[in-house]
T-cell receptor
Framework: QKEVEQNSGPLSVPEGAIASLNCTYS??????FFWYRQYSGKSPELIMS????GDKEDGRFTAQLNKASQYVSLLIRDSQPSDSATYLC??????????????FGKGTKLSVKP | KAGVTQTPRYLIKTRGQQVTLSCSPI?????VSWYQQTPGQGLQFLFE???????NKGNFPGRFSGRQFSNSRSEMNVSTLELGDSALYLC??????????????FGQGTRLTVV
């Protein structure tokens, strides 16, 4: 069973702090990893993608990937109340000779307190 | 560039009826995936279409089906609706889902309520 695991939260951080969101996945052969943000009542919005081990930075967001540990994380620096949302980790999993499909974790709810 | 368009946005149906949802992908995108999102189960993969062919299928009953047209637009159909089918149905388009490092973009979703 191919799985993506996230802590459901809620994760509460004060405004201006660093929010750290974590994700583990079961398929060691996975090559592509994505973070989506979903506001209540809205559809998921892609905010980061990462394909290689290490860090990838985009503005206040940093994605970190460790394929050996099968672990992906998202750091949000200088958190703002507008960052309050559910963050979904997604992993493109390949199996056998078939093309992959995007498997999602259940999401971590982040709350940034003013 | 226009995003992914899903219609209708909201639907209310009665148990036993069938429903068809539509998705127009981003121009140039040939892969369309469908997901069901419920509070308890999160985002669950239904199926993926590429060049009018179903390439991948999730673990859903045969009441759930789909198709893709030559212009990459896709439809999904749910027959004999059950109360448990009430959910947000999301469509995601990408250049080619099989190429791992391609990003998927979601439409606004169709909120289906079965009464």
């Amino acid at each position: 069973q191919k799985e993506v695991e996230q802590n459901s939260g809620p994760l509460s951080v004060p405004e201006g702090a660093i929010a750290s969101l974590n994700c583990t996945y079961s398929d060691r052969g996975s090559q592509s990893f994505f973070w989506y943000r979903q506001y209540s009542g809205k559809s998921p919005e892609l905010i980061m993608s990462i394909y290689s081990n290490g860090d990838k930075e985009d503005g206040r967001f940093t994605a970190q990937l460790n394929k050996a540990s099968q672990y992906v994380s998202l750091l949000i620096r200088d958190s703002q109340p507008s960052d309050s949302a559910t963050y979904l980790c997604a992993v493109n999993m390949r199996y056998g000779g078939s093309q992959g499909n995007l498997i999602f974790g259940k999401g971590t709810k982040l709350s940034v307190k003013p | 560039k226009a995003g992914v368009t899903q219609t209708p946005r909201y639907l209310i149906k009665t148990r036993g009826q069938q429903v068809t949802l539509s998705c127009s992908p981003i121009s140039g995108h040939r892969s369309v995936s469908w997901y069901q999102q419920t509070p308890g189960q999160g985002l669950q993969f239904l199926f993926e279409y590429f060049s009018e062919t179903q390439r991948n299928k999730g673990n859903f009953p045969g009441r759930f089906s789909g198709r893709q047209f030559s212009n990459s637009r896709s439809e999904m159909n749910v027959s004999t609706l059950e109360l448990g089918d009430s959910a947000l149905y999301l469509c995601a388009s990408s250049l080619d889902r099989a190429e791992g490092n391609t990003e998927a973009f979601f439409g606004q979703g169709t909120r289906l309520t079965v009464v």
